[in-house]
Protein backbone atom coordinates (compact mmCIF):
# COMPACT_ATOMS: atom_id res chain seq x y z
CA UNK A 1 0.00 0.00 0.00
CA UNK A 2 1.27 2.89 -1.20
CA UNK A 3 -0.11 5.26 2.10
CA UNK A 4 -0.82 4.68 5.92
CA UNK A 5 -2.28 7.69 7.13
CA UNK A 6 -4.62 9.82 4.57
CA UNK A 7 -6.43 13.03 4.81
CA UNK A 8 -9.11 13.40 2.62
CA UNK A 9 -10.82 16.92 1.77
CA UNK A 10 -14.36 16.93 0.44
CA UNK A 11 -16.07 20.39 -0.61
CA UNK A 12 -19.47 20.91 0.91
CA UNK A 13 -20.74 21.97 -2.12
CA UNK A 14 -20.30 18.32 -3.84
CA UNK A 15 -22.62 16.95 -1.30
CA UNK A 16 -25.40 18.55 -3.26
CA UNK A 17 -25.30 16.00 -6.07
CA UNK A 18 -27.75 17.26 -8.46
CA UNK A 19 -29.24 19.44 -6.16
CA UNK A 20 -28.91 23.41 -6.02
CA UNK A 21 -28.45 22.95 -2.21
CA UNK A 22 -28.46 21.23 0.92
CA UNK A 23 -27.41 17.29 1.15
CA UNK A 24 -28.15 14.52 -1.73
CA UNK A 25 -28.56 11.14 0.20
CA UNK A 26 -27.52 9.11 -3.23
CA UNK A 27 -23.77 11.78 -3.02
CA UNK A 28 -23.53 10.76 0.54
CA UNK A 29 -24.44 7.41 0.60
CA UNK A 30 -21.61 7.14 -2.76
CA UNK A 31 -18.93 8.93 -0.80
CA UNK A 32 -19.53 6.47 2.74
CA UNK A 33 -18.68 3.48 -0.01
CA UNK A 34 -15.64 4.93 -1.07
CA UNK A 35 -14.16 5.66 2.38
CA UNK A 36 -14.83 1.82 3.62
CA UNK A 37 -14.05 0.47 1.02
CA UNK A 38 -10.64 2.44 1.79
CA UNK A 39 -11.19 2.03 5.46
CA UNK A 40 -10.96 -2.04 4.54
CA UNK A 41 -7.65 -1.90 2.85
CA UNK A 42 -6.29 -0.97 6.51
CA UNK A 43 -5.71 2.63 5.68
CA UNK A 44 -6.07 5.13 8.46
CA UNK A 45 -8.75 7.76 7.09
CA UNK A 46 -9.17 11.40 8.63
CA UNK A 47 -11.64 13.63 6.31
CA UNK A 48 -12.11 17.50 6.42
CA UNK A 49 -15.22 18.28 4.52
CA UNK A 50 -16.77 22.36 4.17
CA UNK A 51 -19.57 23.73 4.15
CA UNK A 52 -20.45 25.62 0.92
CA UNK A 53 -23.50 23.58 -0.24
CA UNK A 54 -25.39 25.14 3.15
CA UNK A 55 -23.31 28.45 3.94
CA UNK A 56 -20.51 30.09 2.96
CA UNK A 57 -18.93 32.69 5.68
CA UNK A 58 -16.67 34.65 2.98
CA UNK A 59 -20.09 35.95 1.15
CA UNK A 60 -21.37 36.50 4.23
CA UNK A 61 -20.58 40.67 3.98
CA UNK A 62 -22.23 41.26 0.91
CA UNK A 63 -25.58 40.23 3.02
CA UNK A 64 -24.94 42.47 5.59
CA UNK A 65 -23.41 39.91 7.99
CA UNK A 66 -20.23 40.60 9.68
CA UNK A 67 -17.14 38.60 8.36
CA UNK A 68 -15.92 37.01 11.31
CA UNK A 69 -19.91 35.79 12.34
CA UNK A 70 -20.37 34.65 8.76
CA UNK A 71 -16.87 32.42 9.31
CA UNK A 72 -18.44 30.98 12.47
CA UNK A 73 -21.80 30.11 10.84
CA UNK A 74 -19.42 28.65 7.77
CA UNK A 75 -18.07 26.68 10.26
CA UNK A 76 -20.94 25.22 11.95
CA UNK A 77 -22.14 24.27 8.15
CA UNK A 78 -19.59 22.18 8.16
CA UNK A 79 -20.43 19.98 11.28
CA UNK A 80 -23.95 19.85 9.89
CA UNK A 81 -21.86 17.85 6.99
CA UNK A 82 -19.73 16.18 8.46
CA UNK A 83 -22.58 14.91 10.91
CA UNK A 84 -24.13 13.82 8.42
CA UNK A 85 -21.33 12.21 6.82
CA UNK A 86 -20.56 10.20 9.92
CA UNK A 87 -23.89 9.38 10.24
CA UNK A 88 -23.65 7.55 6.71
CA UNK A 89 -20.11 6.36 7.45
CA UNK A 90 -21.90 4.65 10.24
CA UNK A 91 -24.98 3.00 8.50
CA UNK A 92 -21.88 1.43 6.59
CA UNK A 93 -21.07 -0.32 9.73
CA UNK A 94 -17.65 1.84 9.81
CA UNK A 95 -16.52 3.14 13.19
CA UNK A 96 -16.10 7.03 13.56
CA UNK A 97 -15.17 9.96 15.79
CA UNK A 98 -16.45 13.85 15.13
CA UNK A 99 -13.86 16.16 16.14
CA UNK A 100 -14.65 19.91 16.47
CA UNK A 101 -12.37 23.13 16.63
CA UNK A 102 -15.35 24.79 18.30
CA UNK A 103 -16.35 23.30 21.50
CA UNK A 104 -20.01 21.81 21.54
CA UNK A 105 -19.43 18.22 23.68
CA UNK A 106 -23.19 17.13 23.04
CA UNK A 107 -22.65 16.82 19.36
CA UNK A 108 -18.93 15.93 18.58
CA UNK A 109 -15.29 15.77 20.65
CA UNK A 110 -13.01 18.88 21.09
CA UNK A 111 -10.12 18.64 18.83
CA UNK A 112 -6.83 16.90 20.43
CA UNK A 113 -4.18 16.41 18.87
CA UNK A 114 -2.56 13.31 20.60
CA UNK A 115 -6.51 12.15 20.78
CA UNK A 116 -7.29 12.10 17.23
CA UNK A 117 -3.97 10.40 16.07
CA UNK A 118 -5.52 7.62 19.02
CA UNK A 119 -8.22 7.04 17.27
CA UNK A 120 -6.83 6.55 14.07
CA UNK A 121 -4.54 4.03 15.07
CA UNK A 122 -7.68 2.43 16.75
CA UNK A 123 -9.43 2.18 13.15
CA UNK A 124 -11.81 4.68 13.73
CA UNK A 125 -12.48 7.40 10.64
CA UNK A 126 -11.59 10.51 12.00
CA UNK A 127 -13.96 13.91 10.81
CA UNK A 128 -12.63 17.22 11.70
CA UNK A 129 -15.43 19.62 11.63
CA UNK A 130 -15.63 23.28 12.34
CA UNK A 131 -12.46 24.46 10.71
CA UNK A 132 -9.36 25.42 12.52
CA UNK A 133 -12.15 27.32 15.24
CA UNK A 134 -11.06 30.42 13.88
CA UNK A 135 -12.79 32.97 11.67
CA UNK A 136 -10.37 34.04 8.59
CA UNK A 137 -9.38 30.44 7.90
CA UNK A 138 -10.60 28.21 4.98
CA UNK A 139 -12.01 24.45 5.37
CA UNK A 140 -8.68 24.09 2.98
CA UNK A 141 -6.42 25.58 5.68
CA UNK A 142 -7.74 23.00 8.12
CA UNK A 143 -7.32 20.01 6.04
CA UNK A 144 -3.13 21.20 5.31
CA UNK A 145 -3.17 22.03 9.05
CA UNK A 146 -5.00 18.79 10.33
CA UNK A 147 -2.85 16.78 8.29
CA UNK A 148 0.60 17.74 9.43
CA UNK A 149 -0.89 17.75 12.92
CA UNK A 150 -1.84 14.32 12.76
CA UNK A 151 1.24 13.30 10.86
CA UNK A 152 -0.72 12.14 7.54
CA UNK A 153 1.51 11.12 4.27
CA UNK A 154 -0.84 12.58 1.96
CA UNK A 155 -3.69 15.18 1.73
CA UNK A 156 -6.75 13.60 -0.85
CA UNK A 157 -8.25 16.27 -2.24
CA UNK A 158 -11.35 15.19 -3.71
CA UNK A 159 -13.04 17.37 -6.96
CA UNK A 160 -15.56 17.52 -9.51
CA UNK A 161 -12.33 17.90 -11.88
CA UNK A 162 -9.57 15.13 -12.59
CA UNK A 163 -6.81 16.69 -11.71
CA UNK A 164 -4.80 20.44 -11.98
CA UNK A 165 -5.12 22.21 -14.91
CA UNK A 166 -3.26 24.99 -16.91
CA UNK A 167 -6.68 26.43 -17.14
CA UNK A 168 -10.23 25.90 -15.83
CA UNK A 169 -11.35 23.32 -18.10
CA UNK A 170 -14.86 23.87 -17.21
CA UNK A 171 -14.30 27.02 -19.86
CA UNK A 172 -11.30 26.12 -21.70
CA UNK A 173 -11.45 23.52 -23.54
CA UNK A 174 -8.06 23.84 -24.92
CA UNK A 175 -6.76 23.48 -20.95
CA UNK A 176 -4.31 20.78 -20.63
CA UNK A 177 -4.11 18.31 -17.49
CA UNK A 178 -1.00 17.96 -15.08
CA UNK A 179 0.42 14.32 -14.53
CA UNK A 180 2.39 15.49 -11.66
CA UNK A 181 3.76 19.35 -10.79
CA UNK A 182 5.50 20.95 -8.20
CA UNK A 183 4.51 23.50 -5.79
CA UNK A 184 6.92 26.20 -7.63
CA UNK A 185 5.25 25.56 -10.41
CA UNK A 186 2.15 26.26 -9.48
CA UNK A 187 3.23 28.89 -7.62
CA UNK A 188 4.45 30.13 -10.52
CA UNK A 189 2.28 29.33 -12.89
CA UNK A 190 -0.57 30.97 -10.88
CA UNK A 191 -2.79 28.10 -10.58
CA UNK A 192 -5.47 27.65 -8.26
CA UNK A 193 -5.51 24.55 -6.22
CA UNK A 194 -5.85 25.76 -2.48
CA UNK A 195 -6.20 29.18 -1.08
CA UNK A 196 -2.42 30.75 -0.16
CA UNK A 197 -2.39 29.92 2.97
CA UNK A 198 -3.43 26.06 2.93
CA UNK A 199 -0.97 25.38 0.00
CA UNK A 200 1.87 27.49 1.44
CA UNK A 201 1.36 25.36 5.04
CA UNK A 202 1.93 21.82 2.88
CA UNK A 203 4.63 23.30 0.87
CA UNK A 204 6.82 24.31 4.01
CA UNK A 205 6.41 20.94 5.80
CA UNK A 206 6.39 18.74 2.23
CA UNK A 207 3.10 17.79 2.45
CA UNK A 208 1.87 16.28 -0.75
CA UNK A 209 -1.40 16.59 -2.63
CA UNK A 210 -3.31 14.76 -4.86
CA UNK A 211 -6.38 16.59 -6.62
CA UNK A 212 -8.87 13.78 -8.17
CA UNK A 213 -12.38 13.30 -9.11
CA UNK A 214 -14.10 12.24 -6.36
CA UNK A 215 -17.34 11.52 -8.05
CA UNK A 216 -16.06 8.62 -10.48
CA UNK A 217 -16.51 5.39 -8.12
CA UNK A 218 -13.55 3.53 -7.99
CA UNK A 219 -10.72 6.79 -7.95
CA UNK A 220 -10.23 6.60 -4.30
CA UNK A 221 -9.38 2.85 -3.82
CA UNK A 222 -7.15 3.57 -7.27
CA UNK A 223 -5.47 6.05 -5.82
CA UNK A 224 -4.63 4.22 -2.53
CA UNK A 225 -3.65 1.29 -4.60
CA UNK A 226 -0.85 3.36 -6.21
CA UNK A 227 -2.41 4.01 -9.26
CA UNK A 228 -2.12 7.16 -11.30
CA UNK A 229 -5.37 9.26 -10.50
CA UNK A 230 -5.46 12.90 -10.51
CA UNK A 231 -2.31 15.38 -10.04
CA UNK A 232 0.42 15.17 -7.63
CA UNK A 233 1.83 18.30 -6.23
CA UNK A 234 5.05 17.47 -4.54
CA UNK A 235 8.35 19.37 -3.89
Do not use: W
Not at 29 to 45: A, F, N, P, R, T
Not at 178 to 194: A, C, D, P, T, W
Amino acid sequence: MKYKRVLLKLSGEALMGEKNYGIDPERLKQYSLEVKKVKELGLEVAIVIGGGNIFRGVEAESSGIDRVQGDYMGMLATVFNAMALQSALENQGVFTRLMSGINMEQVCEPFIRRRAIRHLEKGRIVLFGAGTGNPYFTTDSTASLRAIEINADVILKGTRVDGVYSADPEKDPNATRFSSISFQEVYRKGLNVMDMTAFTLCMENNLPIIVFDMNKPGNLVKLVEGEEVGTLITA
